[in-house]
C-alpha cells in the first residue's frame, strides 16, 4: 500500500494551494482518506478526512471555511483544496488512510509528506 502526496510548495498568506494524494497496491474505494500535518517542533494535527462515499468530512477547527477535501475514487485519489493560507499553515502535509469513517486518529497507513510553505 502507498500513498504519494504531491502539490506542495510556497504559496504568499492569503494564496492557495491544491495537494493531491494518489494512492496504489489497493482500492481504496472502502477506505477514509485524510490529512494531517506537522510543523517543526509541533505535534502532529489532523487537518481533513473524508469518507468513502464522499458524503461525509471531518475538518480540524484551525482549518474550518478555508480547506476542502474531495476524493477521485476512479482515481484513487485524495485532494486537499487550501485557500487563504496563512504562515501557521506551514508545515509537512501528510495523506493517510483507515477504514471505518472520518475521524482524528486511529489511521493505518501514510504517505510521504509533501512541503507547504506559506510566507507573510
Known amino acids: 500500500v502507498q500513498l504519494q502526496a504531491s502539490g506542495g510548495g510556497l504559496v504568499q498568506a492569503g494564496g492557495s494551494l491544491r495537494l493531491s494524494c494518489a494512492a496504489s497496491g489497493r482500492t481504496f474505494s472502502n477506505y477514509v482518506l485524510g490529512w494531517f500535518r506537522q510543523a517543526p517542533g509541533k505535534e502532529r494535527e489532523f487537518v481533513a478526512a473524508?469518507?468513502?462515499?464522499?458524503?461525509?468530512?471531518l475538518y480540524g477547527d484551525s482549518v474550518k471555511g478555508r480547506f476542502t477535501i474531495s476524493r477521485d475514487n476512479a482515481k484513487n485519489t485524495v485532494y486537499l483544496q487550501m485557500n487563504s493560507l496563512k504562515p501557521e499553515d506551514t508545515a509537512v502535509y501528510y495523506c493517510t488512510a483507515k477504514l471505518g469513517m472520518p475521524a482524528m486518529n486511529a489511521y493505518d497507513y501514510w504517505g510521504q509528506g509533501t512541503q507547504v510553505t506559506v510566507s507573510s
Open positions: 473524508i469518507s468513502w462515499s464522499g458524503g461525509n468530512t
